[in-house]
């Protein structure tokens, strides 16, 4: 079975700042995604980035980029230059590729504020 | 514009009652999700599709079930509904195939309050 953890329930960040939010996960599979939504107060789930198990550099999109160590199973999300639009809920996710199946397992969330 | 949407937002019913929540998306995607969402649990899955006439059960499916009669929707249904299935439940679709990132696409959620 897969797992992701993320052991930060909440942070605090200056505007401006970056801000790293921790993801670590378990698999015993060779072949999976990690993906980072992000939910605003309002309640939506946004998509903001996607790693493949077997992507060789990092994944970036704008300002989220994904810091994937593999050897120690992590999947860090990294926001540069916070906004406090940035404000919200942060979910790690991962999707298990071998077995074909093609839902994702989540992680239960960091808060993030960004502090003007 | 392609969009995914759930029924009713809000609801809030007594316990033994059957509830269902509705899913339409107009992605033409095959795959199709629901979720829960609890504090402390993030998302946890609840039913799957992969198409039509197809369903599966996921890690908190008890006392609940789906059905898959045409691309566009998956209903959830409650079939007799407990006060531990308060929650916030999503709707969610991604594209058939080996496309590595393959997002899933989430509808806004609906907050079901059971008394």
């Known amino acids: 079975a897969q797992k992701i953890t993320q052991t930060q329930p909440g942070m605090f960040v200056q505007e401006k700042e970056a801000v790293t939010l921790d993801c670590t996960y378990d698999?015993?599979?060779?072949?999976?995604?990690l993906f980072w939504y992000k939910q605003p107060s309002s309640g939506e789930m946004i998509f903001l980035i996607y790693?493949?198990?077997?992507?060789?550099q990092n994944a970036t999109e704008g300002r989220y980029s994904l810091n994937f160590q593999k050897a120690r199973k992590s999947a860090n999300l990294v926001i540069s230059a916070s906004q406090l639009g940035d404000s919200a809920m942060y979910f790690c996710?991962?999707?298990?590729?071998?077995?074909?199946?093609?839902?994702?397992?989540f992680g239960s969330g960091t808060r993030l504020q960004v502090q003007p | 514009d392609a969009e995914i949407t759930q029924s009713p937002r809000h609801k809030i019913t007594e316990t033994g009652r059957q509830v269902t929540l509705a899913c339409h998306q107009t992605?033409?995607?095959?795959?199709m999700f629901w979720y829960r969402q609890d504090l402390g649990h993030g998302l946890r899955l609840i039913h799957y599709?992969?198409?039509?006439?197809?369903?599966n059960k996921g890690e908190v499916s008890d006392g609940y079930s789906v059905s898959r009669s045409n691309t566009e929707d998956l209903p959830l249904t409650l079939e007799s509904a407990a006060s531990s299935q308060t929650s916030v439940y999503f709707c969610?679709?991604?594209?058939?195939?080996?496309?590595?990132?393959?997002?899933?696409?989430f509808g806004p959620g609906t907050r079901l309050t059971v008394l």
């Open positions: 790693q493949g198990s077997y992507d060789e």
């Open positions: 969610a679709s991604s594209v058939r195939g080996e496309v590595n990132r393959n997002e899933q696409f």
């Open positions: 992605w033409n995607h095959n795959n």
């Open positions: 996710a991962m999707r298990v590729e071998d077995t074909g199946r093609r839902a994702l397992t």
């Open positions: 599709s992969y198409g039509v006439q197809d369903t």
């Open positions: 698999t015993s599979d060779q072949s999976y995604g």
